[in-house]
């Protein structure tokens, strides 16, 4: 990898850490080339992705700005995961480690915040956004549906009690 590529993925990882909502750093060792194709496959699906990055590369792309914690994330054969929603690469990564032991979760960071296993692994536990939404939606739309069920329902008495009178005077 000669200087222009080098300073050409240094500036990728520079925008990808940059429109990531988290990014959880893992080590891949030992994982097949069909078990990395379903970890990108299951990432793809939320939104999310998997990079292998070289450790010297993404330590000067972060420019010290994690301190010295998030320099010690960067050690070994690391894969980053990450997705502009700060739970859904976490959610993946952490059910994929759980199922193979060959991947294991290092640790992560959000914006400036340096995050261990356990806070990658509490991240995982998180609803997503597009859950959230749907629960915002479902809270906001409940009142409106019962207001029109109580205000549909002495219209739907009175005519049954019509029907009823109706019924009564045809026999």
């Not at 330590?59 to 997705?83: C, R």
């Not at 976490?90 to 915040?113: I, P």
């Not at 739309?141 to 008495?157: E, F, I, S």
């Amino acid at each position: 990898m000669n200087r222009a590529e080098k300073a050409e993925s240094i500036e990728t990882l520079k925008g990808v850490f940059a429109d990531a909502g988290a990014v959880v750093v893992t080590h891949y060792m030992g994982l097949t080339v069909a078990e990395m194709t379903d970890l990108r496959l299951r990432l793809r699906k939320e939104g999310a992705a998997i990079k292998v990055v070289k450790n010297t590369l993404a330590q000067k792309a972060l420019a010290g700005s994690l301190g010295e914690k998030g320099d010690a994330l960067f050690t070994g054969p690391v894969a980053i995961a990450y997705a502009p929603d700060p739970v859904s690469a976490a959610k993946v990564a952490a059910q994929f480690a759980k199922e193979n032991d060959k991947f294991t979760l290092v640790g992560g960071f959000m914006g400036e915040e340096v995050l261990d296993q356990n806070a990658v692994k509490a991240l995982a536990t998180l609803p997503s956004l597009d859950e959230l939404r749907g629960k915002l939606i479902g809270l906001l739309q409940a009142p409106a549906t019962k207001v029109a069920g109580v205000v549909q329902a002495p219209a739907a008495q009175l005519a049954r009690v019509f029907s009823a009178y109706g019924a009564k005077e045809a026999a």
